[in-house]
Every structure is written in C-alpha cells, then in structure tokens.
C-alpha cells in the first residue's frame, strides 16, 4: 500500500484550488439584472390592470348588481304582489342607471350592499319574508335618493297679524 503524499503547497496560493474568479454569491449584492426586469415588468402590468380596474369599475358594479338581481327575484316571496314586484325592478333599473353614471352615495352603498348579500345568501328554496323585502326596497330608494330627496314643501303662509294688537296709525294728511 501505497502512501500518496500530499500536493505541493506553496505560500503564494493558501487555496490550491482556487480559481482566482469571485464567486456568484461572494460579490453580487442586490437583484439580477433579469430579476430586476421582471419586476419592473410585473410592477408595469400591475399598473395598468389597476387602471382598468379604476375606469371600469363602474360597470363592473352594474354588472354584479344586474346578477344579484336576477338571483334574489327567484328567492321573493310567492305572495308578493305584483305592484312590489315591479316596484323591486323599477328601483333596480335606477340604481343599475345610476351606478352606470357615477351618482354614488357611498354610505347608502353600504347599506344595499349589505341588504343584497342578505338576500343573495338564500339557497335552494328558501324564500325571503316581506320583512326582508321590504328593507331591501328601503335601502334601493336610499340609495336611489327616493329618501334624500323630499317633495318640495310650499312655505308655510305668513301668519295673520294678531287681532289682538292694533295696527299702527295711518300718518296723518295721508
């Protein structure tokens, strides 16, 4: 058996097998340069998408809120009259109209917004009560401004003087 002696070191090189190039992770600090463009790609796109989220969000509302329709008109009550039944659809065609022109109260949005979830929650055959109906019409004409806005009031006529109280005297030559 043979020994095999160690190579020769000299005090030159303290690594024999060193290559004398930096290592990857020895010297690069921060990102790659294609690190670095694809995040400047994705930051890019992640703009643009918030832009066309921002300018259509409008209809991206109308939309959602034509849905939510649809599915609470199959959960109403089967003795609901027709009369509340149009109602429903008209104040819907108004807020769908309304949303579409940028008229948005965003307090009265919250409030139908919760009453649609509620509504939308049903499954199946469950139907709602008038109860619900109701608070979902109250919150359509909220949000339509049906409550905001109160038929102009006549001002009250000016009370007639006191007959109590005597007039002032007419001038005298007059």
């Not at 694809?38 to 209809?59: E, N, P, R, S």
């Amino acid at each position: 058996m043979t020994d095999i002696p160690p190579p020769p070191t000299s005090a030159a090189d303290p690594r024999p097998f060193d290559s004398g190039a930096p290592s990857a992770s020895a010297g690069a600090a921060g990102c790659q340069k294609p690190l670095l463009v694809g995040c400047g790609v994705l930051t890019l796109l992640l703009g643009i998408g918030a832009i066309v989220f921002v300018m259509k969000a409008k209809d991206v509302l109308a939309f959602a809120m034509n849905q939510l329709r649809t599915q609470i008109a199959s959960h109403l009550p089967e003795d609901l009259g027709e009369a509340e039944r149009q109602r429903l659809e008209t104040s819907f065609d108004v807020a769908i109209e309304r949303i579409r022109q940028g008229k948005i109260d965003p307090a009265a949005l919250q409030g139908l917004q919760a009453k649609l979830a509620a509504a939308a929650q049903r499954t199946g055959s469950q139907r709602m009560t008038p109860a619900e109906v109701a608070g979902l019409q109250g919150a359509l004409d909220a949000f339509n401004g049906d409550k905001l806005e109160e038929p102009a009031v006549d001002p009250p006529p000016e009370s007639a003087p006191d007959r109590g109280a005597e007039p002032p005297p007419a001038p005298p030559g007059g």
